[in-house]
């Protein structure tokens, strides 16, 4: 089973807004990207699942299929820089996507 | 100018999307120059940072000054207006001020001839907020938060409104030659020359999305290099002056959508930038060709306001671990610093947070690793007091608590944690409490408009 890091190219995460933060998972062709959108991978429930937070967390989820993209956005625990944050900008929120199987 | 084709043409640079946190790359920033573009731009800064910067009048770059000479002497000499938005980070009036002042005696320096230099403020007092808030006006929140209150507005330290493209549009008409934005929307400094040349809105709104990060647009991954927006009536063409970078399809698809909840839309002071139905393709020097994007105006304006509120003085500790029976009673280790400090500082608010490198330091409850017993850990000690003095000896007190960690079983006698170096004074800890909108009738009304004479 590959990782998500061997089929795409670019995995990043990102604040948007002071509170929340957004995942952009692209791919540098159309099979890959429509090879992990049919896989199931990455969807709002596995992403809930794997960060162990609730789904309505998840502001938005979506397939982006120009850009061969998977976005999807949450709210962050408290408002970034605050005291308890460590990662003021989300970008390495992602990290947990790196080695991600994908079925 | 007139492309080859005869269009009108509007064409705008870029090297940085934060100001000073790194030089611009001389290479690609002279090539671009060398193109004569109609305009030099900057981001000053932005949120992202986070709300110390705001609450606390502080700069993060490091090469702001040397960027700015730069920027300045490489654009007066050819005649090229500049403009900077966001200055300072924040775009408080003391960045703006700052930012000011540092062009001038940059001018000075390098005996610069004459020129205009107009600024505007974004600050907006707490006590005004606070005011229409308390005569029932509603200010709903951004992003999750709830509706504003009287009381957390007037618990903001500083308040800035983001402005868009009309203080800009106002200072060029009063012959700015160079130009520091308050606080204001990332995409509007470049907009908004687009915008009073007749340029049309949604396309000069999508070029100041697509270039707001300079080669952030462009692939390989590179930052702080000349990037040049050209607009026309039908298209945005996005060109990159590094020789080993491209625009491409993905690249500036994929950056239309960062930094933002959805790919689509992007709002600013008057309305949605949407950009659901753009297409893109590749033409010749390496650029990318957009069309396709819409502007729907908003029927009310609504600024949006952010806010910074102080929580106290801070420091920060370091205690890390090798003992793996430690490491299996981590969480026994953490709840007696806890609770030994709730003991010895129970008569002053504090706060304390423990960022435990090595299992959960980035993700805290969202690290699905958090489970695995490492081999070694950091521990940084965060605390906050209200004065330097109690959050000195605060996380003094709770880093020194690992080292004396009561653990059961331990086999170690002599210190449960090693610790370095002295506890060190952070920045003051602030949160971001204001995060909403706030309704105007006329865009300019909280920006005001200044100029004057630099130069010899």
């Known amino acids: 089973m590959p990782k998500l890091h061997e089929l795409a190219k670019t995995i990043r995460s990102k604040n948007a807004g002071v509170n929340q933060v957004t995942f952009d998972v692209i791919f540098p062709t159309r099979e890959a990207y429509q090879r992990v959108v049919e896989g199931r991978a990455l969807t709002r429930e596995t992403m809930a699942a794997l960060y162990s937070i609730a789904p309505e967390r998840i502001s938005d989820f979506v397939e982006f299929e120009l850009a061969n993209a998977i976005k999807f956005t949450i709210f962050r625990e408290r408002p970034s820089g605050s005291p308890g944050d460590w990662d003021t900008l989300g970008c390495q929120f992602y990290g947990p996507l790196v080695d991600l199987d994908v079925p | ?456």
Not at chain 2, 41 to 47: I, L, M, T
Not at chain 2, 100 to 113: G, N, S
Request: include cysteine.
């Open chain 2, 1 to 456: 100018m007139a492309d080859a084709a005869g269009r009108r043409t509007m064409r705008i640079m870029i090297s940085t999307g934060h100001l000073g946190t790194a030089p611009s790359g001389g290479e690609s920033f002279a090539a671009g120059m060398a193109t004569n573009p109609d305009f030099l731009v900057a981001d000053g800064g932005s949120s992202d940072p986070g709300p110390v910067y705001l609450g606390d009048n502080r700069v993060l770059g490091q090469f702001v000054e040397d960027e700015l000479e730069l920027f300045l002497t490489t654009s007066r000499a050819r005649g090229i207006p500049l403009i900077i938005g966001s200055a300072g980070d924040a775009g408080s009036n003391h960045g703006v001020d700052e930012t000011v002042r540092q062009l001038r005696a940059i001018a000075e320096r390098h005996r610069i001839p004459k020129f205009r230099i107009g600024w505007f403020y974004s600050e907006v007092p707490t006590e005004d907020v606070a005011a229409r808030l308390a005569q029932g006006e509603r200010m709903p929140g951004l992003g999750g938060f709830p509706d504003l209150t009287v009381e957390e507005a007037g618990r903001a330290t500083r308040i800035v409104a983001v402005a868009g493209v009309e203080p800009f549009i106002k200072l060029l008409d009063m012959g700015a030659d160079v130009i520091v934005g308050g606080r204001c929307g990332d995409i509007c400094f470049t907009a908004a020359p687009c915008i009073r040349a007749g340029f049309p809105p949604a396309l000069a709104y999508h070029m100041g999305k697509m270039i707001e990060c300079a080669s952030l647009v462009a692939e390989p991954f590179m930052g702080k290099e000349a990037i040049i927006g050209t607009i026309s009536d039908d298209e945005i063409v996005i060109t990159p002056f590094h020789p080993g970078q491209r625009v491409t399809v993905a690249s500036a698809a994929g950056h239309s959508m960062y930094e933002r909840e959805t790919p689509f839309f992007e709002h600013t002071l008057g309305g949605l930038l949407d950009m659901s139905d753009c297409a893109y393709s590749e033409v010749e020097n390496r650029s990318t060709s957009i069309t396709g994007a819409r502007f729907i105006p908003d029927s009310q304006l609504r600024v949006k306001l952010e806010g910074a509120r102080k929580i106290g003085e801070r420091y920060m500790g370091i205690a890390a671990i090798r003992d793996p029976h430690v490491i299996r009673n981590l969480d026994a280790a953490i709840d007696w610093s806890r609770s030994a400090s709730a003991k010895t500082f129970k008569d002053m608010p504090y706060e304390l947070h423990y960022h435990v490198f090595g299992r959960d330091g980035v993700l805290k409850e969202m690290e699905p690793l958090r489970h695995l017993t490492p081999h070694e850990v950091c521990i940084v000690i965060e605390g906050l007091a209200q004065t330097e003095t109690q959050a000195h000896k605060l996380v003094d007190f709770a880093t020194r608590m690992f080292f004396l960690a009561r653990i059961p079983n331990s086999k170690g006698s002599s210190g449960l944690a090693a610790c370095s170096k002295q506890t060190m004074r952070s920045s003051p800890g602030f949160v971001w409490n204001v995060n909403h909108t706030m309704r105007i009738d006329d865009p300019l009304a909280l920006f005001p408009t200044h100029i004057a004479e630099a130069g010899v």
